[in-house]
């Protein structure tokens, strides 16, 4: 019984990873927004795997031989389930009523979109910070009233569970002009521990939004990506793989192995945690320690 047992468990822990082959000189491009089962997903074959687009939110990568390419920049698809948009900068106005400059941000409703159709906040979806509960705390941002309205800067939420989108907006509030969001980030989360770490989705800057109230923005914002590397699973380089991160900015903060990165107008930075041993040519590199 005991041998079995042990089986048993050896089988469940080899479902956990699933690879993906590419034979010498050909290349295999994965679609947009496709996700991978297990926990691990393990490139073999000394061929190319391009990953853009696909999600790896909740996947680790092994990259045995062969290289994988990652790349920043373009429009996506994000499966997240923490989302957080905060605002940086406010609509120049004049200060006291009734624009109110200089006197936070507020907005009625933030809205996510999925193939230009909105994507209704999952029930039990809930703001996660600041005084939630209170007449114009951050739940009523998310609430489907826009006579309600969000006054608190950032709004954090928690869907629930995971939830696809690529573009988002917002609805203005029932006065002061000078408190609509101007510049912003929108970032998606994942849980690791009692943390979330961010992951940046998009950002704008110096947005006229409409001076009408409770008006939507105008327009959907895409979610782009400019941080790929996956943030809470490791991702380990062999010595015979490469990663190649092409227009990204972003902090490797689990990245292991001797193997090689590739940058392509890419910035990177390893952070305290990374153990990466292997080499890295072209791009702009920073240490945040020393390296291990």
């Known amino acids: 019984m005991k041998k079995i047992a042990l089986l048993v468990a050896v089988a469940a822990c080899l479902a956990q990873a699933e690879t993906i082959d590419v034979p010498a000189g050909q290349k295999r491009t994965v679609e947009p927004g496709r996700r991978f089962t297990g926990d691990v997903l393990v490139k073999t074959g000394s061929g190319e795997l391009d990953l853009t687009g696909a999600s ?11 290289s994988v390419r990652l790349t920043g920049g373009g429009s996506c698809t994000v499966t997240t389930r923490f989302v957080q948009f905060k605002v940086s900068k406010t609509r120049p106005g004049k200060k006291g009523p009734p624009e109110y400059a200089d006197s936070g941000s507020q907005f009625s409703e ?141 902090s490797l903060e689990r990245v292991e192995g001797d193997g090689l990165i590739v940058l392509e107008r890419a910035t990177v930075s390893f952070a305290p945690r990374a153990a990466f041993a292997g080499s890295v040519c072209g791009g702009d590199v920073t240490y945040q320690t020393e390296r291990k």
């Open 56 to 66: 790896l939110a909740n996947v680790g990568l092994e990259i045995r031989e062969g």
């Open 110 to 250: 933030f809205r996510l979109y999925l193939g230009g159709k909105p994507v209704p906040f999952p029930e039990g979806a809930r703001a996660i910070t600041g005084p939630v509960g209170s007449r114009e705390g951050p739940d009523k941002g998310i609430d489907g009233n826009v006579k309600t309205k969000c006054y608190y800067n950032p709004l954090v939420v928690d869907l629930g569970r995971e939830v696809a989108f690529d573009a988002y907006s917002f609805v203005t509030a029932n006065d002061a002009i000078a408190r609509d969001p101007a510049s912003w980030t929108v970032s998606a989360g994942v849980a690791d521990g009692s943390q979330v770490l961010w992951q940046e989705v998009g950002s704008v800057a110096d947005f006229a939004a409409p001076k009408e109230r409770f008006a939507e923005a105008g327009r959907l914002f895409p979610v782009s990506l400019r941080d790929v590397v996956p943030v809470n699973y490791p991702v380990k380089v062999c010595g015979a793989g490469r990663l190649v991160l092409a227009d990204v900015n972003e």
